[in-house]
């Protein structure tokens, strides 16, 4: 793998933890300040209290459904998972792209535009940053989605993700062989989970990759389940850990990467030294 260089910007791109592959990023490291216990309180409060039914935001979104594999639904057009701007449930179905079982469940529109729960904003030194629009719930199912293909080198930016093409039966990754079939490329689609931070030392997670994939092999298109493992509250970044390879690889410290207006979630304790 290339050696990324420092001077390239940039902190919003990277791959899955399973396998490491091109993208560019900067962060540095922090000094761990022992107030970041309080606010980790403050942020769990607050997530706690966009979960009720009564949201801060005004817009009341529901998680979807997983996809159907496996039985007489499979094969059947799925509704698009996707939410406008102010928080209704896309109505269109979408059918089979490839002659895979399930397609990746966001219609032409918002395979374009993305999804409208979600927003893309700039960030102080990291370029640009993905938040939640409005409050979202716990398990609520976002895709990364791209063009299938080679990784590019890494001497130049990309936010490539590894593809593993899915068992048609069940729509997920087959955990015991090497089914590795290049990447997913979003660059220049409507994709915009693209954006999405990794934690910096003294943050976490809200969200993670599943196992979950959609396209076929030597596909054109495919993508990838995320799922929130929290309530995100209204302008919250949307941060997934991208794995300790990507950092080491490209001789990186990870930077925190909240800000006083789209605030990462904080560990509930100090982190070790980074």
């Known amino acids: 793998m290339a050696r990324t260089p420092k001077s390239i910007p940039g902190a919003l791109k990277r791959v899955n933890t399973d396998r490491e592959e091109c993208g560019t990023g900067a962060n540095g490291g922090k000094k761990v300040k022992k107030s970041n216990a309080a606010a980790a309180a403050a942020t769990a409060a607050t997530a706690r209290k966009s979960s009720s039914s009564s949201s801060s935001s005004g ?15 499979c094969g059947d057009s799925v509704q698009c998972w996707a939410h406008s701007q102010t928080g209704a449930r896309c109505a269109r179905m979408i059918k089979s792209r490839e002659g895979e079982p ?4 966001y219609c032409d529109a918002h395979l374009e535009s993305g999804d409208g729960a979600l927003k893309v904003v700039n960030h102080p030194f990291a370029g640009k940053a993905l938040v939640a629009r409005y409050d979202l719930p716990a398990k609520y199912r976002i895709v990364f989605w791209g063009k299938r293909g080679r990784c590019d080198d890494c001497n130049k930016e990309d936010r490539a993700i590894s593809y593993y093409p899915p068992c048609p039966s069940s729509g997920r990754r087959k955990e015991d062989v090497d089914t590795y079939n290049g990447v997913l490329n979003p660059a220049g689609l409507g994709d915009i989970i693209q954006y999405a931070a990794c ?15 959609w396209g076929v092999r030597n596909g054109n298109l495919g993508g990838l389940e995320f799922i929130t493992l929290e309530s995100v509250p209204k302008d919250t970044q949307l941060c997934h850990w991208y794995g300790p390879g990507w950092w080491s690889a490209r001789g990186v410290k990870r930077m925190d990467v909240g800000t006083k207006k789209h605030p990462a979630p904080l560990r509930t304790a100090p982190a070790d030294k980074a």
Not at 59 to 73: E, H, I, T
Not at 102 to 105: A, L
Not at 199 to 213: C, D, L
């Open 102 to 105: 399930v397609p990746i469940p």
């Open 199 to 213: 934690p910096g030392p003294n943050e976490r997670q809200n969200m993670r990759s599943t196992s979950q994939y």
């Open 59 to 73: 817009v009341v979104v529901l998680p979807q459904r997983p996809p159907a594999y496996g039985g007489s639904r």
